[in-house]
């Protein structure tokens, strides 16, 4: 059965760093595009980034792009999130989606990411 | 980017009713539009995709409609299991985004 787990998360200063990663299990990773989300505490979903099977085609939020980075290790089934330069509206449950054609159709559990001084 | 704006933002309503989400969009979207429920707590699942096909495994109460800008998502007869918050979310252009949500609540 497909599985999505996420780690990583933690409390992190403003301005630091942190990498999420997400293990996935049960189908052809490559063969899929897979996508981050998030949502703030209380609020609504938000549509991070996300990137094909080869990792050659990658689409950020505008308001994310050069802060955060997606990757992928196709070898290792494996999703990335590189967050730099963390601000404390980042603060979210960070989620990774298996996402064949835009939409998530398996989701993980998610790993919170508090940014807080 | 396109707006998603749902409507209602809260809905309360009883067990054995039927209830109808919508998910308007400020352009258009085709068809290209999916339906989550998310409980708290919890991932959200996947309901509808294609604006009216229905998830692998969703029970076939819920069902979808609608193109261009305008969509639903309809409840034909509200379960216990079905009280969770409702998200629509268009998947034509990126970046792909979501409604605010709508709360169903026990009447």
């Known amino acids: 059965q497909v599985q999505l787990v996420e780690s990583g998360g933690g409390l992190v200063r403003p301005g630091g760093s942190l990498r999420l990663s997400c293990a996935a299990s049960g189908f052809a990773f490559s063969d899929y595009y897979m996508g981050w989300i998030r949502q703030a505490p209380g609020k609504g979903l938000e549509w991070v980034s996300y990137i094909d099977g080869t990792g050659r085609i990658i689409y950020y939020t505008d308001s994310l792009k050069g802060r955060f980075t997606i990757s992928r290790d196709n070898a290792k089934n494996s999703l990335y999130l590189q967050m730099n330069s963390l601000r404390a509206e980042d603060t979210a449950v960070y989620s990774c989606?298996?996402?064949?054609?835009?939409?998530?159709?398996?989701w993980g559990q998610g790993t919170l990411v508090t940014v807080s001084s | 980017d396109i707006q998603m704006t749902q409507s209602p933002s809260t809905l309360s309503a009883s067990v054995r009713d039927r209830v109808t989400i919508t998910c308007r969009a400020s352009q258009s979207i085709s068809s290209w539009l999916a339906w989550y429920q998310q409980k708290p707590g919890k991932a959200p699942k996947l309901l509808i995709y294609d604006a009216s096909s229905l998830e692998s495994g969703v029970p076939s109460r819920f069902s979808g409609s609608g193109s261009g800008t305008e969509f639903t998502l309809t409840i034909s007869s509200l379960q216990p299991d079905d009280f969770a918050t409702y998200y629509c979310?268009?998947?034509?252009?990126?970046?792909?985004?979501f409604g605010q949500g709508t709360k169903l609540e026990i009447k």
């Open positions: 989606a298996r996402a064949p054609r835009g939409f998530g159709d398996y």
């Open positions: 979310q268009q998947y034509n252009t990126y970046p792909y985004t």
